[in-house]
């Protein structure tokens, strides 16, 4: 299946390596942009989380939602890669796989690349997630989909790698080392007896896609090929560098991206992050632009906004420029895509954070690291006209309103980064170019 003509040209991706991430706290539309930018690429690659995040696209109409897969599987002949810093759910990526079949995308292993370093996400780890986050204290309002534990296991060097899990002697082994290290185990096993079923059958079924995917990734970048590499969830959920701990737990940021490679920082041509023209989180931390009031229930309505992974509502603010700043600071952005800016229309005013005010530290006008002091702070805003009449959804970030040109003009402004496209609904085509 061929993208659309519709889809407009791609500045990004003059770069022969573009990295392309989400800036705010996840779901700011990115499975939309990158499948609509990976018509221009050769290669795409899924380089961190598993399947707690959640791309929606609309395929000839047809509404699909890809977990694991990148989004970019969607284009005749291009390749697309899950690299070694992804976790994978075996049994969830077959179901997936399968689904994307039925939208008339034949997977090949010459087309999908699992790297047989990534690890293994399996029903013990979706357990432990569980156990977790059904405590009284310490929840983070995860996706329970093992994510945490996964990445846990990998750091504690106890973890099951794709190469190994395909691989029926390993896998047993692997088990036999967890009933012994792990005296719930047995239990988990014998309690969820059909998930550890799926999980067996997928072994078989992924076993010819897995390879040395980071060594053909290299080559492609070598060769000049047009790669795309597509984070998950967003920058402030980075292990590192977000809200910690209400955070996922892998790299999320730009940086992330040559670390689960192993592809040199050289190697970049471009960080592009996408943002919404607001803001908004699922799980539990810190968000000083959350609305309580009936513009934030507007917004939350109007933009859809519930999680694609779990359908939990989504908390919806105003944008959060300074925090938005600290993304592009620490992920060398070039550029921002600005999406669901149509969601904006209508509203008599409009807001942008441009700092905070904490009680006793006073004005700041950068991200505390101190996700406490994040929590007491209160946004200080700007506040500027809205726009009632409707934007174009195609065209040119001119042919925007005035006062909807304003906004993005301030956004810039204060991110300190231009931003590149504005996203005006559900459709690859819906955008705005330079
Ligand atoms: P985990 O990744 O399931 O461990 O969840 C950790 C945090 O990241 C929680 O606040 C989740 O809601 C959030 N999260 C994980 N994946 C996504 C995503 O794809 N979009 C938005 N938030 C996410």
Redesign the pocket.
Known sequence: MSAPAQHGKTEPLKASTTVLIGAQ???EGKGKWIDSLAADAELVVRYQ?GN???HTLYVDGKKIVLHQLPSGIFHDGQVSALAAGVVVNPAQLVIEMERAAEFGVTLHPSRLWLSGRAHVITPWHVYL?EQRESRSHGA??????G??PTYSDKASRSGLRLGHFVNETSRKRWLQQMRELHPEFNKVLSDRHEAWAAFEAAAARLAPFVTDAETHIRTAVAAGKKVLLEG???AL?DIDHGTYP????STTGSAGACQSIGLAPRHIGACIGIAKGYVTR????PFPTELHDEVGKSLATKGQEF?A?TGRPRRVGWLDAVALRYVVDVNGLSGVILNKMDILTGLKEVKIAVAYRHPTAGELTSMPWDTEVLEACQPVYETMPGWSEDIPRSGKIADLPAAARHFVAEVERHIGAPVIMVGTGPNRGDALYR
């Open positions: 706290w996840g779901d989380g707690n995040a959640g997630d983070i309002g995860t996706t329970k989909r994510i945490g998950a969830q967003g959920l209400f955070v996922t737990s699922v799980g539990a931390g999680g992974t």
